[in-house]
């Protein structure tokens, strides 16, 4: 995973409701971006994670943003029905078209990337979030945001449980 850029790539996705929206509108806090398919299992099971991340995060806490890779239709219906609240933005060869802007081959579903408030790209976790991964990697930004550690530190920490090391 070398060849990951060092900033989160323009990502501009129609909404739920069809309107084009760009990542960038979030900036000011970090975020956590999701990379996702509805007939992907492994994205399913860790989206009830996302969603209590994003009920709990404070006001300057991260904001989780989910990108399908999938059809429009099928986002819908399946964000009607699991009732997740956080912003979801859909495509799908657009969509596939910026997963290979973070220099993988073929990357596979789900992954996610943890960056700073401007979109600086502290890590990218790649499979499945358990909720053990997710702790750390919110005890990082936590230390962040508190300013009690900088993104390279932070960055280190959220790299060393991407790539399965424990921090420390």
Same mark, same amino acid.
């Given at each position: 995973?070398?060849?990951?850029?060092?900033?989160?790539?323009?990502? @501009?996705?129609?909404?739920?409701?069809?309107?084009?929206?760009?990542?960038? #509108?979030?900036?000011?806090?970090?975020?956590?971006?999701?990379?996702?398919? $509805?007939w992907?299992a492994?994205?399913?099971r860790e989206?009830p994670?996302?969603?209590? @991340?994003? #009920?709990? %995060?404070? #006001?300057?806490?991260?904001?989780?943003?989910?990108?399908a890779?999938?059809?429009?239709d099928?986002?819908?219906?399946?964000i009607?029905?699991?009732?997740y *609240?956080?912003?979801?933005?859909?495509?799908?060869?657009?969509?596939?078209?910026?997963?290979?802007?973070?220099?993988?081959?073929f990357?596979?579903?789900?992954? @996610?990337?943890? *960056? @700073?408030d401007t979109g600086?790209?502290?890590?990218?976790?790649?499979?499945?979030?358990? %909720?053990a991964q997710l702790?750390?990697?919110? $005890?990082a930004?936590?230390?962040l945001? $508190?300013?009690?550690i900088? %993104?390279?530190?932070?960055?280190?920490?959220m790299?060393?449980?991407?790539?399965? $090391?424990? %921090?420390?």
């Amino acid at each position: 995973l070398s060849d990951i850029p060092k900033q989160l790539p323009p990502i @501009t996705l129609p909404d739920l409701d069809g309107q084009s929206r760009s990542v960038s #509108e979030w900036y000011g806090r970090p975020l956590i971006v999701n990379f996702w398919a $509805t007939w992907c299992a492994p994205c399913r099971r860790e989206m009830p994670l996302l969603q209590l @991340t994003h #009920e709990m %995060a404070s #006001e300057n806490g991260p904001i989780v943003i989910g990108i399908a890779v999938d059809r429009l239709d099928d986002v819908r219906s399946y964000i009607a029905e699991s009732g997740y *609240t956080y912003p979801i933005l859909t495509g799908q060869q657009e969509a596939l078209d910026i997963t290979e802007l973070f220099g993988f081959e073929f990357l596979g579903l789900p992954f @996610t990337v943890f *960056t @700073t408030d401007t979109g600086d790209i502290l890590a990218v976790h790649v499979g499945e979030l358990h %909720a053990a991964q997710l702790n750390q990697y919110l $005890t990082a930004y936590k230390l962040l945001i $508190t300013k009690e550690i900088d %993104a390279a530190e932070a960055a280190r920490q959220m790299s060393a449980v991407a790539n399965g $090391t424990p %921090a420390g």
